[in-house]
């Protein structure tokens, strides 16, 4: 799983509805394949889950609503309910139009502990890949400077199509886009009463490692569509807001920002 992964890349967003998304998926069928977890599923669709850290006064949520050029997210990634399934804790951070990511594949019984501030070591993860380790140190440290800790729960249905040869162009349609308050390291996926921030639009990603395709600008071009952000958990917090999410410190958010440009 994590070998499939771009690590680092560049990503365009836009909204699209049902029949759009219908329509989308005939057109990239001719230059991709549904990726390994879309593959014979209803609607080439799997769950996403994810538990996404901040600190109390939302340091990540501000430095994305201000569109820093340098800026990262916290988020312990997870797909089912299983006990013995592994949970991803991820790093992604962009760097002006660069995005770069991280992860390392956590055993589930070991993911609160370290999320309670115990030192991850080889033992902790599920494969020896040393990229592996030095991303969840990199996650923790981050974690600690920040004084991090979940914040919120966001799941989706996420439709994957990647390249046929590489994995140089990922195409992904991410339908059901919900997320509620979570500040416990529970990695279940049930949710109580989410809210849906993007109402039933879903969120069409193109991502790509050099340059972009051009059957991919055409098909926007086709498409009529509009780039835009469509940030998940920014707008999960959006819709509830931010006093029902966190007790909010004082601050301004010029201050807020300061310190994240330090972190990064």
Avoid at 122 to 138: D, I, M, N
Avoid at 219 to 248: A, N, R
Wanted: aromatic fraction near 10%; proline fraction near 6%; include cysteine.
């Amino acid at each position: 799983m994590d070998d499939q992964m771009q690590r680092q890349r560049f990503e365009r967003k836009y909204f699209i509805n049902e029949s759009q998304a219908l329509a989308i998926r005939e057109h990239v069928q001719c230059h991709l394949v549904p990726d390994q977890f879309s593959e014979g599923k209803p609607d080439y669709s799997y769950p996403v889950h994810s538990i996404y850290l901040d600190s109390n006064n939302l340091l990540t949520y501000w430095a994305t609503v201000q569109c820093e050029k340098k800026r990262f997210k916290l988020r312990v990634r997870f797909y089912d309910d299983h006990p013995d399934s592994p949970v991803f804790f991820e790093l992604k951070r962009r760097e002006n139009e660069c995005i770069l990511k991280q992860r390392g594949m956590v055993h589930r019984r070991d993911a609160a502990m370290l999320l309670a501030g115990h030192v991850p070591g080889p033992e902790h993860l599920t494969t020896g890949k040393p990229h592996q380790l030095v991303a969840v140190q990199r996650f923790c440290h981050l974690m600690h400077k920040l004084h991090a800790r979940p914040m919120m729960h966001i799941a989706y249905l996420r439709e994957a199509w990647v390249s046929k040869l590489n994995n140089s162009v990922r195409v992904t349609v991410d339908r059901l886009v919900r997320g509620e308050p979570r500040h416990q390291p529970a990695f279940l996926t049930r949710m109580e009463d989410p809210v849906y921030p993007f109402g039933k639009l879903h969120v069409l990603e193109i991502k790509f490692t050099d340059r972009f395709p051009d059957w991919l600008n055409g098909l926007v071009q086709h498409f009529d569509l509009l780039q835009t952000g469509g940030p998940k958990y920014c707008g999960s917090i959006m819709e509830l807001g931010e006093q029902q999410v966190v007790w909010m410190e004082h601050g301004s958010v010029q201050q807020k920002l300061a310190h994240i440009r330090n972190y990064c």
